[in-house]
């Protein structure tokens, strides 16, 4: 499956983003879909995961609350929903697949990435 990842920005601190992953190529409701993040210098670290059919959802505890992932089958696109942004969430950003359980959160666990989306958070 191929992902492409967009939406990311510059944002202030306390201000929204939402960015979309579009999939092609294999059958979409067939993956759990999740997004990570990689700030610089930093291990590539889970942020948030939707199951199959949407009606389950996974998040770190750093985004808990702040955060909604979400995913149209019908669009073939997730979507990650980002409330109250803080400098600390500054990363790229990249949506991945797996047929693996949503409760995954190890990036090992995940078989397709996409290219991944600039998020940055000023003070």
């Known amino acids: 499956v191929q992902l492409q990842a967009s939406g990311g920005g510059l944002v202030q601190a306390g201000g929204s983003l939402r960015l979309s992953c579009a999939a092609s190529g294999r059958t979409f409701s067939n993956y759990v879909m999740g997004w990570f993040r990689q700030a610089p210098g930093k291990e590539r670290e889970f942020v948030a995961a939707i199951s199959e059919s949407g009606g389950s959802t996974y998040y770190a505890d750093s985004v808990k609350g702040r955060f909604t992932i979400s995913r149209d089958n019908g669009k073939n696109t997730v979507y990650l929903q980002m409330n109250s942004l803080k400098p600390e969430d500054t990363a790229v950003y990249y949506c991945?697949?797996?047929?693996?359980?949503?409760?995954?959160?190890?990036?090992?666990?995940?078989?397709?990435w996409g290219q991944g989306t600039q998020v940055t958070v000023s003070s």
């Open positions: 991945a697949a797996t047929k693996n359980p949503y409760s995954s959160s190890r990036p090992s666990r995940y078989d397709y």
